[in-house]
């Protein structure tokens, strides 16, 4: 009964979710593509074009955990409606940028107007899913980032070629893509249950199945789970998993915000190729996602799949940045760096939310994505800056790659100083599997 019931709330929810992340991975990275034109419009050079890029992670930081308590505090639907409307003008407004400074202060209002919105999306996800579906079901919904490039990609190609009304194509871009998040903020608004008491396309039956499985995980889970609002921001575990996840995600944004312009820089492609080429990475990365994290349930075994990702994408990562006098093989390390670091990500979330129940749930996640999400500043913009001052990207990817390492470390000493977080994870990663999986 359980399967069933969670296959029904996934084929409910996950569409939907997944085309909000979609969108907001593609409001928040299409910047990649626009660079290709928009950099010598505007005499931006590789320094500043990354501080910029990443420079949307600190306002990200700043209101994160307060959107977050706000989200507890409205609901999920209309507090992820309000993140996408406002998201969305900023992203269009991204077309008037004039140089530096205005480049510099809409990519950190971007970062303001959408934080919150990935941490409460994952709180959103705790409160409809048991632990033993987490994995998957997270994996699903993160098939939106490399669906956005995936997609992103020939539609940001054919909005670059735009030129109409003495706007450039990187201009168009901003614009057309930034108008579908304003509409869809309006969709979450109008249909985006709260809880399962609020579906009406569950039977009475199935929100108490739910009602009560998550309720026996709650009292099931570690101390924390009963900490308040201020004292899970003091937990030393909930800081390593900040740690943890800031690593991956240099290495995912050090990846999406260079990858088209380290493309471009093997020679002989244009700008349409050079984005095209991206496609194929992010497609193998759809496919590592779901299998991994539907790996990761199967076993019941989070730290060591968490770990093994992050240390080989970080080592593969580390070993690109080297062969910088061999192009096309540091680029294909590169790209597999990028597949093993990205494998973490399904994983990573299910630990904070097997050890993070009740009050501390919301507050203590938007931590955890807050200060993980400096990663994204520190990609991008250590890229960039190696790269103005040597000529190439070589040691700017080996600094990437030594963060992403260091995840992988940090998981295996959480598991060794924190005996019972591992407890935690599992208890909950097996206690709402199905005696097939169990086995499997």
């Known amino acids: 009964m359980g399967d069933r019931i969670c296959r029904k709330v996934a084929w409910r929810l996950l569409p939907l979710l997944v085309a909000c992340y979609f969108l907001s991975f593609l409001d928040r990275v299409n910047v990649s593509y626009a660079s290709l034109t928009m950099n010598a419009d505007l005499g931006l050079s590789a320094t500043a074009y990354g501080l910029g890029a990443g420079i949307f992670f600190i306002g990200y930081l700043l209101f994160e955990v307060p959107s977050n308590i706000l989200l507890k505090r409205f609901g999920p639907r209309v507090w992820i409606a309000r993140i996408m409307i406002s998201w969305g003008i900023i992203s269009s407004c991204m077309a008037l940028v004039q140089g530096e400074t205005s480049f510099y202060v809409l990519r950190f209002l971007l970062g303001f107007a959408e934080a919150g919105f990935f941490p409460g999306i994952v709180y959103y996800l705790s409160v409809w899913f048991p632990a033993a579906w987490r994995g998957r079901i997270i994996g699903s919904f993160l098939v939106a980032l490399p669906l956005s490039s995936i997609l992103g990609a020939p539609l940001s190609t054919f ?28 969709v979450v608004l109008l249909v985006l249950p709260n809880k399962p008491d609020d579906a009406r396309w569950l039977a009475d039956e199935e929100k108490a199945w739910l009602n009560g499985t998550l309720e026996r995980e709650d009292r099931a889970a570690t101390e924390t789970s009963h900490a308040s609002i201020a004292q899970a921001l003091t937990v030393p575990k909930i800081w390593v998993m900040a740690f943890i996840y800031m690593g991956i995600v240099v290495g995912l944004y050090g990846f999406t915000f260079w990858v088209p312009q380290i493309t471009k820089s093997l020679g002989g492609l244009s700008t349409t190729q050079a984005i095209l080429i991206t496609v194929v ?27 093994m990702p992050a240390l080989v994408g970080g080592t593969l990562f580390m070993a690109s940045g080297q062969m910088a006098s061999r192009p096309l093989l540091s680029y294909v390390l590169f790209c597999a760096g990028f597949l093993a670091a990205f494998a973490a990500f399904p994983v990573f979330w299910t630990v904070p939310m097997a050890v993070l129940r009740g009050s501390a749930a919301a507050a203590g996640i938007a931590l955890i994505n807050s200060v993980g999400n400096l990663g994204g500043f520190l990609g991008p913009y250590m890229i960039g800056a190696v790269k103005d001052r040597t000529g190439d990207y070589g040691m700017g990817i080996v ?30 990663a097996l206690s709402g599997a199905a005696p097939s999986e169990r086995a499997g």
């Open 159 to 186: 909005l670059m070629g735009m030129d109409h009304l003495g706007l450039a194509g990187w201009q168009w871009l901003f614009i057309l893509e930034g108008l579908p998040t304003i509409l869809m903020g309006a």
């Open 399 to 428: 600094a990437v790659g030594a963060f992403v390492a260091l995840s992988g470390v940090l998981t295996l000493l959480l598991a060794r100083l924190s005996p019972d977080t591992g407890r935690a994870l599992r208890q909950a």
């Open 281 to 307: 990475p992010n497609l193998l990365a759809a496919g590592v996602l779901v299998a991994w994290g539907r790996r990761s349930d199967l076993s019941g075994e989070r730290i060591r799949n968490l770990a």
